[in-house]
């Protein structure tokens, strides 16, 4: 018989432990026992060494579809002892919506511990006049964020997107976006956003959890770019902190990401993929596709001491079509690993580079003394001291050292490597080295989009070569538009922005047609702008070795744009800077079209 879960909230995460036995004094898995927001229960001797779990995602209002793979997991899979459904639970954020998943659940008698995600259909309501009436431009129609966030709550017995649930020894960490970000900024769609204190929480947990060397689950609704099936396109770009989560995860190699909304078949290749990310763990992480409940499709995870095994379960033609294994990592291993990152990826030939070093301690044991020291290529100079000494690095901690590099005259790739002894102690270190290119100045006539930058900046995700600014991945946006003409060439904004690039004293022209891109993405919302709030105003700006040397007129949003040429002689460096005009920034997508360098050298 299984015990009622004990469940208690704590701050802004939710911690659960649920056992099948009758629960012993035992030492809380979070904290010092007695401390609040901590339940703990042990197992019995007689318990199975593993713990068994469905995952289950974007049900999205389909009730048969969710009605058949709960039958199916409960024949197939008779012990799980926890519900997960990562994101997308509901069609459009209705709390009847909420109220008839939860019917279904009840029907069957799964009554098991809950971990839910947040998705983007849990705040499409705000569109709709009524459950069956579309009223885009009378957005949000009477819902607020709050409440939107309120009705997800309540389903998922908690008070906060993050949460953690322990049941047995599977451990289970929800992830979620903190605003609706189409609601705080119209040049958004459904982007993630994971505050600092989220990410930090994380950080913890995992540092926590990991000591074990067992798997850790964590689950998010949007995938990160190109790790899982259809991630490299459109639905890979939504999280705004992907790096930073990418690197939290990239320390732990027992660690799953679970992402859903692709909807894509558990059938293909990369519907589990090992995600590897430089000065992280060698291994990576490992990113699993959740599959789609509206598919018939779902995930049954069995995990113990040893690892887990995640099983694709297609409900509709009773077999699984996939499995992949994650084995438990020894954590008396000792090793540590340096990444090598430089600030910009690009410079001038002579140019000075910060580049940075971060050890990172995987082993057991601390890490009593390392000395540092960059490895360049011939005709690079170290500016800095080159020997630099790090003093104790503790298990699962980092340190980081810098240099000022000068790079060579001459254009081309380098390779900036670290030389690492560790003192005291042997351990391997594993270096993961940073390329920098040297830029060589254009020749002939050059189209901008072609060249390297040496620094950019962009209102949202990067600038886009030939295409319109898109959202937070890079190739994401459409053609470049204006007037109802299109360009096959030139860069792609949201201001404020701008680029640097190298001409090297040899260009004489900048030309370009500049103005407001016909579109202004608005995402599923179809969110109007709110009254009074201007669409699409920006100034276009050149400056040549700094000094200022063309400077638009106030262009608008449905205005024609501009073509202009302007004289850049012997200019070593280029600014194409975009202003939002003082008025914000909704709506400034804006064009550099055809943008054109007339330079000396190739016919």
Wanted: contains cysteine; glycine residues 10%.
């Amino acid at each position: 018989m299984r015990l009622p879960t004990r469940v208690v909230a704590s701050g802004l995460a939710l911690t659960a432990t649920v056992s099948l036995a009758v629960p012993s004094a035992a030492t809380p898995a979070g904290g010092a026992e007695g401390d609040p927001g901590v339940t703990s229960a042990s197992r019995s001797a007689s318990a199975s060494p593993t713990t068994t779990f469905d995952v289950f995602s974007d049900i999205q209002g389909h009730l048969d579809d969710w009605d058949d793979v709960l039958t199916d997991a409960a024949e197939t899979n008779p012990d799980s002892v926890a519900t997960v459904i990562n994101g997308d639970i509901v069609d459009r954020g209705y709390d009847f919506e909420y109220e008839d998943v939860s019917d279904v659940l009840r029907a069957h008698g799964r009554d098991l511990p809950l971990l839910a995600t947040i998705g983007n259909h849990e705040a499409y309501a705000p569109a709709w006049c009524d459950e069956r009436t579309l009223c885009q431009p009378t957005w949000p129609n009477g819902f607020t964020e709050e409440g939107l966030y309120q009705s997800f709550y309540d389903f998922a017995g908690t008070d906060s997107v993050y949460q953690e649930l322990v049941v047995d020894d599977a451990v289970m960490l929800a992830l979620g976006t903190e605003r609706l970000m189409w609601w705080e900024n119209p040049n958004f769609d459904d982007q993630v956003y994971l505050s600092d204190t989220q990410l930090d929480w994380l950080r913890d947990r995992l540092a926590h959890h990991g000591r074990s060397g067992r798997p850790i689950f964590v689950f998010t609704h949007y995938p990160l770019a190109h790790t899982v099936t259809q991630s490299d396109g459109d639905a890979g770009r939504y999280h705004l902190q992907d790096a930073e989560l990418r690197s939290i995860l990239a320390d732990y190699p027992q660690s799953v990401l679970f992402s859903g909304h692709t909807h894509a078949q558990v059938t293909h290749d990369r519907w589990a993929t090992r995600v590897r990310v430089p000065g992280g763990h060698p291994d990576g992480f490992l990113a699993v596709d959740t599959a789609a409940v509206l598919n018939h499709q779902y995930l049954q995870v069995t995990t113990g001491p040893d690892g887990a095994v995640i099983r694709a379960r297609d409900a509709r033609t009773g077999d699984y079509p996939n499995e992949v294994r994650v084995p438990a990592v020894d954590p008396r291993d000792t090793f540590a690993v340096i990444g090598v990152h430089a600030e910009t990826g690009t410079v001038a030939p002579g140019d000075e580079v910060v580049v940075t070093a971060r050890l990172r301690n995987h082993g057991a044991r601390a890490l009593p003394q390392s000395v540092l020291r960059p490895e360049v290529p011939a005709g690079w100079g170290v500016v800095d001291p080159a020997e630099r000494t790090l003093g104790r690095v503790g298990r699962g901690q980092d340190a980081e050292v810098s240099w000022r590099l000068r790079a060579t005259d001459e254009p081309g790739e380098a390779v900036i490597g670290v030389i690492a002894e560790v003192r005291g102690a042997e351990v391997p270190v594993v270096v993961d080295e940073a390329e920098v290119t040297i830029a060589s100045a254009p020749e002939g006539e050059t189209r901008v989009s072609s060249l390297p930058f040496l620094a950019e900046e962009n209102g949202k995700g990067p600038v886009e070569r030939d295409l319109a600014n898109g959202a937070m991945g890079r190739g994401d946006g459409g053609p470049l538009q204006m007037d109802g003409v299109r360009y096959d060439h030139g860069l792609g904004m949201l201001a404020p922005a701008e680029v640097s690039l190298y001409t090297g004293g040899r260009c004489s022209t900048l030309s370009a047609v500049v103005g407001l891109d016909d579109a202004a993405p608005q995402g599923s919302q179809r969110r109007p702008l709110p009254v009074g709030t201007p669409a699409g105003t920006v100034v276009f700006v050149v400056l040549a070795d700094g000094e200022e040397v063309y400077r638009s007129e106030v262009l608008r949003r449905g205005e024609a744009p501009e073509r202009i040429e302007v004289p850049v002689e012997g200019a070593e460096r280029l600014r194409l800077v975009v202003e939002d005009a003082g008025d914000g920034s909704a709506w400034d997508y804006a064009d550099w079209a055809e943008a054109t360098l007339e330079c000396a050298g190739r016919a």
